[in-house]
């Protein structure tokens, strides 16, 4: 099978470029042929820029560029991560020549929500979910802080709702969890389109014994994933729970205030995937306190992987990952007090959590490894195909 694989960097790394590597190495390694079709927004000057802005609306270079592509290579299926902002929905109209299947994984809620979050001012925010216009999130500047920059994302969700974009073009969107299948469904966008495939774990870590002696965070230090209710769980165990953290963002400094405070509490910033698994593996157990609806949470399978059960929040796509006393442990979002009776008992209880751990690897082993992903995959392929064909 020969597959366009087409994706708009970050300016910051994330999980969805992982992904949209992984998934393309994935299909390498099976023998498929894969195109890599890539912008970045390290292109960008300026956010507000009136050039930038209609080009988010609709592409004309990418466009050309995308239709070009197809018909020359003629793959079987265009597979779409990201668009936003240089690539553009226009390249989903481009794909469907040639009676190309196209697919599109729903990283994010940026095609319901100008933030892609559904989260403002330290809460979890619907205002734009379902709207025609995106009014509420340029009150609210919520895209960079800025009115400019939010409305040609507004600007460009009206346009594509119009012209039924994302009903019409794609033969298959992939969303992560079903709790973001229902919200995408509750937005507008085609009941029977979306299926449900859960990211994976590329490379398997291997499972741990939990003999580091330190509870674990993994990601990005910033207010939606929660590390203010962390820190201040972590102030009320007192040093009892000593604490990693690995990640970096807008909230280091808090954070590395915190470091500073206590040696129970270590802050190593960024660190490279395979010094992570190891660390992940002489965990006792991972803490995952997000406080929006998460699409998914890769620091969670891999906690799986490693073995280790997980500390996470009733909400969103943790809810649907972590079992309660199977895997994990679940606690409302925003309470710092049931937080830390969940780490405080994790702790207590290193046999409990180490079954819990044995649990949660069954679960990567079932549902999070890469032949799972490749079957899951080659399946949609199939699907949009065969609609691409009819």
Partial sequence: MKVLSVHNYYQHPGGEDQVFQAEADLLESHGHQVLRYVDDNDRINSVTSVPTSV????????????????????????????????ISPSALHAARVNGTAVVQTLHNYRLLCPMGQFFREGRVCEDCLGRGTAWPGVLHACYRDSVAATAAVAVMLAVHRRLKTWHDKPHVHIALTEFARRKFIEGGFPEDRIVVKPNFVASDPGPGAGEGEYALFVGRLSPEKGIDVMLEAWRRLEGSVPLVIVGGGPLSRRVARAADSSPALRWLGWRPRDEVHAIQRNARFVVFPSQWYETFGMSIVEAFAAARPVVATDLGAPAELVAPGRTGW?????????????????????????????????????????????????????????????
């Fill in 330 to 390: 679940l606690v409302p979002p925003g309470d710092a007090g049931a937080l830390a009776d969940a780490m405080r008992a994790a702790w207590s209880d290193p046999a409990a959590s180490a079954a819990l751990g044995r649990a949660a690897r069954r679960e990567y082993e079932e549902k999070y490894n890469a032949g799972r992903a490749y079957e899951n995959l080659m399946a949609i392929y199939a699907t949009a195909c065969e609609r691409a064909r009819s």
């Fill in 55 to 86: 080009t988010a609306v609709w592409s004309r270079q990418t466009f050309r560029r995308i239709r070009a592509l197809v018909r020359a290579e003629r793959p079987d299926v265009v597979h779409f991560h990201n668009t936003f902002p240089l």
